[in-house]
């Protein structure tokens, strides 16, 4: 077998520390309305994405609707975004990042996301995604004014900073990543790879 494909399927999981989780913990208001599945699900999983990534946009229509289904919606995963958008390369993923934190605060984070994600083409291009975002609002049935005083507040553009920030120092250095359990998993695999992982911690922990 490669080196390569060794690092697929075993995963390479990396150590890191526990910065991100541990930091977390602590904002829980920050966190749970981007939080997905069972608060006891034995497997916590940290996506760090970017909305404008298209190896992100890959992942969302691939294994990411497999893994809500199977881990997610049945108890086994919880499933945290993490913010993380890369603006050397991605020039409107921090807009559309805050965008989606502000969605957040009228608990509309995760129809936002799928929307970035499935609108990815439409808005990446833009020189300004700023109109196309809030044109967006209807769409989602979110309040507007309230839309455009988070983002003019500079609350969100702080808060996906601190995201960033902590994604970085648990270790990611691209998108998406993910912290698994005390590992990094990094890229857009397919539902094999992340079957593989789940089942094998979930048997550890006696709930395979």
């Given at each position: ?47 760090m ?95 507007r ?5 988070c ?7 702080t ?15 691209s ?12 890229g ?21």
């Amino acid at each position: 077998m490669t080196l390569l494909r060794r690092r697929c399927w075993t995963l390479a999981l990396l150590a890191v520390t526990a910065w991100l989780p541990g930091r977390l913990a602590a904002q829980d208001s920050l966190i749970n309305p981007r939080a997905k599945g069972s608060l006891t699900a034995p497997v916590t999983v940290y996506e760090m994405g970017d909305f404008q990534c298209p190896a992100c946009k890959m992942f969302f229509d691939g294994a990411y609707q497999a893994i809500e289904k199977e881990y997610i919606t049945t108890g086994k995963v919880r499933w945290i975004f993490i913010n993380f958008p890369l603006t050397s390369i991605h020039p409107n993923a921090e807009a559309a990042a805050e965008f989606a934190m502000c969605a957040a605060k009228q608990g509309k984070f995760w129809q936002t996301h799928d929307r970035l994600y499935s609108s990815q083409q439409s808005w990446t291009p833009l020189v300004d995604p700023g109109q196309f975002f809030l044109a967006q609002t209807t769409v989602l049935g979110l309040k507007r004014d309230q839309m455009v005083n988070c983002l003019q507040s500079g609350t969100a553009r702080t808060e996906v900073k601190s995201d960033a920030t902590g994604a970085a120092r648990a270790g990611a250095t691209s998108t998406p990543t993910f912290y698994i359990e005390g590992g990094l998993m990094a890229g857009a695999y397919p539902i094999a790879a992340f079957r593989q992982v789940f089942d094998s911690i979930l048997r550890v922990k006696g709930k395979k």
